[in-house]
């Protein structure tokens, strides 16, 4: 049975380490579907941190920045947890590619409710702050908003996490 939860919040907020804690309580397979790509030095640090977090745990990792759906339809199965981190990062990808970011969202957002087992999409909230001061900033925060929306409504549990604590917005009957 499909089951979708969509973790938002700022940056360092705990939501990767709340979606890995809740595919860790999973007594079946986990994967860990990362759309990060190592283009710098610290971005280099954050997925070695990452990884080093999740080693021993039995993990199987899938670097994926531009292919999610095709990812997750290859690796969702029943008794399987996927954990996706993070979607801002693979719209960005997508963006940088010039691809449709919306159309993308949008085709996800259809799929994942057919999907087998329990997936955990991971993204950071950013429409809280500054208005961004360049065109292009706009238009990520803009994508970035109308993807949780689209994602918001299909998914069955929703959750923002703020100084790692999770506030439930959508679902869930376990609140511990």
Known sequence: MAYTILLLG???S??????E???LAHDGRRVYLATATAADAEMRER??????RRKGHGWLVVEEPIALLDALRRHAAEDTFVVVDCLTLWLTNLMLREENAGAA???????LPAL???VCLVSNEVGLGIVPETPLGRVFRDEAGLAHQMLARVADEVRFIIAGLPLWLKGGADKT
């Open 47 to 52: 997925i070695a941190r990452h990884k080093a």
């Open 10 to 12: 700022g940056a360092r």
């Open 116 to 118: 087998p087992g329990s």
């Open 105 to 111: 969202v949008a085709e996800l957002a259809e799929s």
């Open 14 to 19: 705990g939501k990767s380490r709340h979606a």
């Open 21 to 23: 804690d809740l595919a």
